[in-house]
């Protein structure tokens, strides 16, 4: 076993809160073969057709924001034509002979080409939505690189959603410029460790980033959230949106930054996160860090962890739901604008579903 | 079109958060402002050390004809002073060399003098500038003042001492009450809590000692001011305050000094004891010379149904690492903290405050301001930790940010642990620049744009000069005053 310090922040704080990074204790990693990774589209136009590379394996070294490393991956490219709307999904599907994905996905969308791409890593088991779903010791290291030009919209869903004893990396790095919308949505619902990244340079004037994220915690679950966007064009907008629920000794840190550059001006930046507690032993840690160096700009962020309100419970009780529904129900109304902007009926199941594993 | 993502970025916000003091201090004038603040009294002492060694600190000892607990305590300290190491996060403290700080300097005056006629007439007019023989008769009910490493001047109204209060400097309670200063010396900050900690316990000289017997209210606010006259020195006053059950006190600190070219220390220690159903409010002034050093502790423990209060003006220094905490171990406790910090022109002020919720019901309230202008750099981290036996608590953290041009920076790093789901929490900040909209209404009033963002200036400063008595919130507003000088309009 070997302990990696990972996923580390852009500013440091004090040491004895353990939130600078997170340190994961792992057997040692090995580029290991993957032969369940699928990529779907929809080739509607002959003209206007996604690009997608054939998956390679760089030998190389394996660099991202978390800084798991590996001397080997996989890399993908996914190039959008400029103007083309185009809709892709990529599956990353686990099961016994599949175990262990070290890989990039670099998506670049061209000028006034808009996309959606879904990135589900799941279980087959999962994907399925099989009954007896096998518990695979699954480990998935992944980068995705969205690279958005002038006037691009791209909406990236990532769901996480493998197995119970799942140990997921996922970093996200993205470049946009003037007028380019991103719309980035993380789906961490099941897995021992859920570590993710999401660094976002919003380089153009008018480029806008709008992180959701829905993540859930049960067991001894660790969580590690670590969003860092700056702001560099001017006019340019972030929003980072997170929402969660944690039981049993789950333990979550979420990290958010949203950093001014100077010369942002008018420049926004709004951040929130929520957590509910459903155990006692369940523990949040949160650092939402504003960074300003530029004087003509808005940054706002708020933070709120807790239990469930009492007088919410006790009123949907009294209409006739057990305790266990009435919890389902608040959790997911919570979550509620983020599932409704997934847009997939699959997904949003999926979240809803994962919200009922955890209320036993 | 793929862009290159710049895989070193991790620390890059870190080098541009060093970056921009250093090259706004290049780009403006030093200016060193005329004020009462900036008086200057000849370098006079009569004793004086400098540098960090054994043997300094056994002569500091010596010259107090202190105890030898005291002693041993200072000599542990030093040794782990040698082992702590510097943070590693925060703001750049490379430029202090400890072998070249005045550690020690007794000034040339009568020391613990009960009447300001003992006090030479140079460092007298020192305090008469500063207003604090004035605001002793008028609104004090005690005094304590500090030149360079003692204490002066100490009063305390007489009927204050027949009700059992004690308000001495700390070197003379060292030797007076013995037993009641162990029983509490360095209980609520160990030597161990960081290096700067250490050092304070290796070097510490003056400061006050006060005592509020169990149900004594004091309706009358206490002060200690300090003045750090020496170029080159260290300020290291230990202050200890009891305030025992049912027993209430306002404090109010108030610190300055004049600027040099040279790098000042100040890395004093503040212990408070809050005991069941006591209140204490902690009111401090702070408006160290912008070549100082302020690695400031504090820190409080609060018992069953107490309360704390922090009113925080922070205006001085070069740098400072500032973290009022407070430890509400008493079911019902309580804690507000108010606090501003201004940096201007070559400041990097990272401030905030720390609190640990361990009992049951207990409750905070946190409003933090900050501005900045003219490329100082303004950091607010707030550190708080609710424990799994703090049921049924709540806790509220607001922190405003202000900035007045492009070239400051203001930073927010909250930090936030929650270990029981039985709390209602809830943290906001926002950060940008003064309104557009306010500035408009106001000069559609008859006010000029220059006097309009210094009274929305002044207004965002509010909610703490609120919280002071008149003659302090008078002085944080002249102080307010002094720092938009030239930086608006």
């Known amino acids: 076993m070997k302990e990696y310090v990972l ?22 990693i ?23 590379s054939d998956t390679k394996i760089i030998e190389g070294e394996f660099t991202s924001k978390i800084s798991l490393p590996s001397n080997k991956y996989y890399s993908t490219n996914i190039d959008i034509p400029a103007y083309s709307k185009e809709d892709i999904e990529v599956q990353i599907l686990f099961d016994n002979d599949n175990k262990t994905y070290i890989g990039e996905l670099v998506i670049n969308v061209a000028e006034n080409a808009e996309t959606k791409i879904k990135v589900r890593c799941n279980s087959k088991d999962n994907l399925a939505n099989t009954e007896n779903k096998d518990n695979i010791d699954a480990l998935l290291n992944l980068k995705v690189i969205t690279n958005l030009e002038k006037n691009a919209i791209a909406t990236i869903i990532v769901e996480n959603n493998i197995s119970k004893d ?77 929402k969660g629920a944690i039981t049993d000794k789950a333990k979550k840190n979420f990290k958010g930054t949203i950093d001014f550059k100077k010369d942002s001006v008018k420049a926004i930046g709004k951040e929130q996160e929520d957590c509910i507690l459903l155990s006692k032993q369940a523990k949040s840690r949160s650092l939402p860090i504003l960074l300003c160096h530029e004087e003509d700009v808005f940054g706002e962020h708020g933070v709120s962890s807790g239990k469930i309100d009492n007088k919410k419970l006790f009123y949907l009780m009294t209409r006739g739901l057990d305790e266990k529904e009435a919890k389902k129900t608040i959790i997911r109304a919570s979550f509620n604008e983020i599932i409704n902007s997934v847009e997939d009926e699959e997904l949003q199941n999926k979240i809803n579903q994962a919200v009922d594993e955890i209320i036993k | 079109m793929k862009i290159d993502v710049n895989q070193n970025d991790v620390n890059k916000t870190e080098l541009d958060r060093a970056n921009v003091n250093k090259t706004n201090v290049n780009k403006f004038k030093d200016e060193t402002v005329e004020n009462i603040y900036n008086l200057k009294n000849e370098d006079k002492y009569s004793y004086k050390t400098i540098g960090l060694t054994e043997d300094i600190i056994r002569e500091i000892s010596e010259k107090k004809q202190e105890p030898e607990w005291m002693l041993n305590i200072r000599l542990k300290a030093l040794e782990m002073y040698e082992k702590l190491p510097m943070p590693n996060w925060g703001p750049d403290l490379s430029e202090l060399d400890m072998s070249k700080i005045a550690t020690y300097v007794r000034p040339q005056s009568k020391l613990n003098s009960k009447t300001w006629d003992d006090v030479p007439d140079e460092i007298k ?90 149900g004594v209210n004091l309706s009358i606010p206490i002060q200690s001011y300090f ?11 230990h202050t200890l305050i009891i305030v025992e059950e049912g027993a209430t006190l306002h404090f109010i600190e108030g610190c300055s000094a004049p600027k040099y070219n040279e790098i000042n220390l100040h890395a004093g220690c503040v212990e408070l004891f809050v005991k069941d159903n006591a209140s204490l409010r902690y009111s401090t002034i702070e408006n160290w010379s ?125 930090n936030d642990i929650i270990e029981t789901d039985d709390i209602e929490y809830s943290h906001e900040a926002t950060i940008g620049k003064i309104s557009d909209q306010a500035i408009f209404y106001l000069m559609s009033r008859g006010i000029s744009e ?25 002085e944080m507003n002249n102080l307010i005053n002094l720092e938009l000088e030239g930086s608006i309009g």
């Open chain 2, 227 to 237: 003045r750090l006259n020496a170029p080159g020195a260290g300020q290291f006053e």
């Open chain 2, 125 to 214: 007019s020192t305090f008469d500038a500063l207003g604090i023989p004035e605001a002793e008769k008028e609104a004090l009910a005690g005094v304590g003042a500090q030149y360079d490493s003692e204490i002066v001047y100490h009063s305390i109204k007489e009927d204050l001492v027949k009700q059992g209060v004690i308000y001495t400097d700390f070197d003379q309670a060292v030797k007076l009450y013995p037993d009641l200063v162990k029983q509490y010396f360095m209980k609520c900050i160990p030597m161990t809590d960081h290096k700067f900690a250490a050092l304070h316990y290796a070097v510490w000289s003056g400061g006050s000692f006060v005592y509020v017997p169990k």
């Open chain 2, 290 to 414: 912008k070549n100082m050093m302020n690695l400031n502790s504090k820190r409080v423990i609060v018992g069953k149904n107490g309360k704390i209060e922090w009113v925080t003006g922070s205006f001085g220094s070069k740098i400072s690492m500032l973290y009022p905490m407070s430890i509400l171990q008493g079911d019902g406790s309580t804690c507000e903290y108010t606090g501003i910090s201004f940096a201007g022109r070559g400041q990097n002020l990272d401030t905030g405050m720390k609190i640990v919720q361990l009992g049951k019901n207990t409750s905070s309230i946190v409003d933090a301001k900050s501005i900045s202008k003219d490329g100082g750099i303004c950091t607010f981290r707030s550190n708080v930790h609710v424990k799994p036996t703090a049921i049924n608590s709540k806790l509220t953290v607001s922190c405003e940010s202000l900035m007045l041009d492009s070239e400051s920076r203001s930073d927010t790093i909250p």
């Open chain 1, 30 to 52: 090995e580029f290991k073969e993957f032969n369940e990774l699928k990529i779907l589209t929809n080739k509607a136009n002959d003209l206007d057709k996604a690009k997608v």
């Open chain 1, 166 to 242: 799942a140990k997921s990396f996922i970093s996200i790095e993205n470049n946009l410029q003037e007028n380019a919308k991103l719309y980035t949505t993380t789906l961490d619902l099941l897995g021992k460790n859920k570590i993710s990244n999401i660094y976002t340079k919003l380089i153009g004037d008018n480029s806008e980033q709008t992180i959701r994220n829905i993540y859930l915690g049960n067991n001894e679950d660790i969580i590690d959230l670590n969003f860092d966007v700056e702001t560099i064009g001017k006019k340019s907008k972030v929003t980072i949106d997170s």
């Open chain 1, 7 to 28: 996923n580390e922040t852009p500013v440091r704080t004090t040491n004895n809160y353990e939130i600078n990074n997170i340190k994961v204790e792992l057997e040692n």
């Open chain 2, 450 to 474: 220059k006097d309009a963002k210094a009274m929305i200036v002044r207004g965002f400063a509010n909610p703490i000069s609120k919280a002071l008595p008149l003659e302090y919130a008078v």
